[in-house]
């Protein structure tokens, strides 16, 4: 069983910046593909970002340049640093873990089997 706890959301104004932290525990952190996804009011989740467990990353078209994922295997953490923050970056931000081992990082939620509570990200404009 593994567990994902969030940290690190807030309220900030447009242009600003927010690191996301999510700590995980009760599994084998360095063999798990970690993402980020979130999810607006009225509006399905999606895939924000990934870091597969050779480091590999990925970045969904409205945050690539501006969101970096990182991980640090040595404190079971991964990160999801966000710089020039929009109004549309608004939502609940989740980490989620792919402990399948598979090779292709993923974006499709349902691939993803462990969940945190969320973290709220606002941005003002």
């Known amino acids: 069983q593994v567990q994902l706890v969030e940290s690190g959301g807030g309220l900030v104004q447009a242009g600003g910046s927010l690191r996301l932290s999510c700590a995980a525990s009760?599994?084998?952190?360095?063999?798990?593909?970690m993402a980020w996804f979130r999810q607006a009011p009225g509006k399905e989740r999606e895939f924000v970002a990934a870091?597969?467990?050779?480091?590999?990353?990925l970045y969904a078209p409205s945050v690539k340049g501006r969101f970096t994922i990182s991980r640090d295997n040595a404190k079971n953490t991964v990160y999801l640093q966000m710089n020039s923050l929009k109004p549309e970056d608004t939502a609940v931000y989740y980490c989620?873990?792919?402990?399948?081992?598979?090779?292709?990082?993923?974006?499709?939620?349902?691939?993803?089997?462990?969940w945190g509570q969320g973290t709220q990200v606002t941005v003002s404009s």
């Open positions: 870091v597969s467990w050779r480091i590999f990353t």
């Open positions: 989620a873990a792919d402990t399948s081992l598979r090779v292709a990082v993923t974006t499709t939620p349902d691939d993803y089997d462990y």
């Open positions: 009760g599994g084998t952190f360095i063999r798990y593909t």
